[in-house]
């Protein structure tokens, strides 16, 4: 199981991971922080995910890039 808790405050979007992150998950994910952050102009994204089991490693690799080509922000991960 995966599961998403999102939180904005501060013009910090804060994200908790929980569960295990796949490909089929990341995706998903992905495509609704990406909706996020275009529709509220985002730049900073704090991740968490201290309780995340992750199945490939370049996942979140792949996010970090496609964020900061994509929109030019700060991306912290907590993981």
Known sequence: MFNIKMEYTNKTLYIELTGILNEDNFLAFKRKVFTIVDDYEIKNIVLKGHDLEIID?????????????????KLTFKI
């Open 57 to 73: 490693d370049s996942y979140l690799e792949s996010f970090r890039n496609d964020y900061k080509n994509k929109y030019d922000g």
